[in-house]
Nanobody
């Protein structure tokens, strides 16, 4: 069983930046894939970025060049650095992990981009 807790969301103006964190109860070094998703009101959850156990990253086209996924093994934490935020980035952001044959997701953190 893996528990994931996201933090770092908040209110930011267009063009601003935020860094989301996802603290894991398990050892993230052992997790096959970790990633970030988001869901805006009235829409389906969408993939944003992922990083595999061997460090390969993948991004949604709309966030390439603006968002960066990374991890810190010492802190057992996954990050999402978000720059040049846009109004349409407003959503609840979720951390996701695939490990031991299961998929785990946190409770999410709200990101609101507004002037």
């Amino acid at each position: 069983q893996v528990q994931l807790v996201e933090s770092g969301g908040g209110l930011v103006q267009p063009g601003g930046s935020l860094r989301l964190s996802c603290a894991a109860s398990g050892t993230i070094r052992d997790m096959n894939v970790m990633g970030w998703y988001r869901q805006a009101p009235g829409t389906q959850r969408e993939f944003l970025a992922s990083i595999t156990i061997d460090g390969r990253t993948n991004y949604r086209d709309s966030v390439k060049g603006r968002f960066t996924i990374s991890r810190d093994y010492a802190k057992n934490t996954l990050f999402l650095q978000m720059n040049t935020l846009k109004l349409e980035d407003t959503a609840v952001y979720y951390c996701n992990a695939v490990w031991g044959g299961g998929t785990y997701r946190g409770q999410g953190t709200q990101v609101t981009v507004s002037s």
